[in-house]
């Protein structure tokens, strides 16, 4: 079984600046995907970012960007040029990699961010 | 529909009472996944469709929980004789096919059982 695990459970930031997001996870598969979700309190969950395992390059999106450490299993979101849109909160994700087959997403408890002027 | 679609947005039942919730994915969508979020939690997997079939039931916690998909497209959780425990917001995804593709999620539907 896989446990992801998010230790901060609020963050604030102010507009404009820098903020990282912290991630753990714990598997024994080699194959496999991870996601960091934005869910603001409309409740719908967005995909923000996705990772592959197998790809060393960490996955960069506009103004975030991931960085996956896959031996220390470590998988932080960096979320630069905050705005004020970003408050919501972010969930970390992990997919085992199947071949033809969908797969379940595992979630951590998620972190609260907050964007301040 | 351009997304998922879950209705009611809100239900309030009480304790003991069936009630059904409704998942329409977004077309051509063949996984379909459904989510339970606790408050304060992060969602934890119920069960997974592909096409009319549960290809994976394993996160449905008790035989009171069960959920169709008879046309490949709309699916339906019931859940029977509800508890307090059961309250939480429901939410559904779909996906163009299992694995690789990006799931798409709908604004779930908040259960309140009194």
């Known amino acids: 079984a896989q446990t992801v695990t998010q230790s901060q459970p609020e963050m604030s930031v102010q507009e404009a600046e820098t903020v990282t997001l912290s991630c753990t996870y714990d598997t024994s598969e080699n194959n496999y995907y991870l996601f960091w979700y934005k869910q603001p309190p409309s409740r719908q969950m967005i995909l923000v970012i996705r990772?592959?395992?197998?790809?060393?390059q960490n996955a960069t999106e506009n103004r975030f960007s991931v960085n996956f450490q896959k031996a220390a299993k470590s998988f932080s979101l960096k979320i630069s040029d905050s705005q004020l849109g970003d408050t919501a909160m972010y969930f970390c994700a992990f997919m085992k990699r199947n071949t033809g087959t969908a797969s379940k997403l595992t979630f951590g408890t998620g972190t609260r961010l907050q964007v301040t002027l | 529909g351009a997304g998922v679609s879950q209705t009611p947005s809100n239900k309030v039942t009480e304790k003991g009472k069936y009630v059904e919730l409704r998942c329409d994915p977004i077309s051509g969508h063949t996984a379909l996944y459904w989510y339970r979020q606790s408050l304060g939690q992060g969602p934890e997997f119920l069960i997974y469709f592909q096409g009319t079939g549960a290809a994976d039931d394993s996160g449905l916690p008790n035989d009171r929980f069960f959920a169709v998909r008879p046309e490949g497209s709309v699916s339906t959780l019931k859940i029977q004789r509800t508890e307090r425990g059961d309250s939480a917001v429901y939410l559904c995804a779909s996906s163009l096919s299992g694995g690789k593709t990006e799931a798409f999620f709908g604004q779930g539907t908040r259960l309140t059982v009194v």
């Open positions: 990772q592959e395992a197998y790809k060393q």
